[in-house]
């Protein structure tokens, strides 16, 4: 019996990865995805999305089959030029605060689609300077 719930037990812990599913990715190979805000552009040359400072890109996702699950969403950040340590990328979810740092590169969070199935994403250069922009691709839910 022990062995048997070991072995239900490391199936479950090994098998969960191997049933992820990826819902939308955003690669902004051709245009800006459906992404809108303020501020926002296609940057055609690195074929990924920019945000200018102080401004916001976002998009709501749909997923009516999932509502009220918690997603991971990862997304790749480029900041422009030197920030300061008081200048952040700011990201919520439906409102909610996911991530507020000066870090950029590979980002991961978890959020939580709302009763219908929507995850409204939004990203924000929050910086001092007009030369402090961000690029964004690769978003993954």
């Keep these: 019996m022990k062995a048997l719930n070991l072995f239900l037990f490391l199936f479950h812990l090994l098998a ?3 049933f992820a599913v990826t819902l939308d990715t955003d690669t902004f190979n051709g ?5 809108g805000g303020s501020g926002e552009s296609w940057d ?3 074929q990924r999305l920019a945000i200018n400072r102080d401004q916001t890109g976002t998009k709501t ?3 009516a089959a999932y509502p009220n699950q918690v997603v991971t969403v990862t997304l790749d950040a480029t900041k422009t030029a030197t920030w300061e340590s008081s200048d952040v990328i700011e990201i919520t979810a439906n409102g909610a605060s996911v991530y507020s740092s000066n870090a950029d590169g590979s980002i991961s969070f978890n959020a939580t689609l709302n009763g219908s199935g929507q995850l409204a994403l939004t990203v924000m250069p929050n910086t001092n300077n007009n030369n ?3 690029y964004i691709d690769n978003v993954s839910i």
């Design 16 to 18: 969960m990865p191997l």
């Design 31 to 35: 245009d800006v995805d459906g992404w």
């Design 44 to 46: 055609a040359g690195g």
């Design 61 to 63: 996702f749909i997923f």
């Design 132 to 134: 402090e922009d961000l």
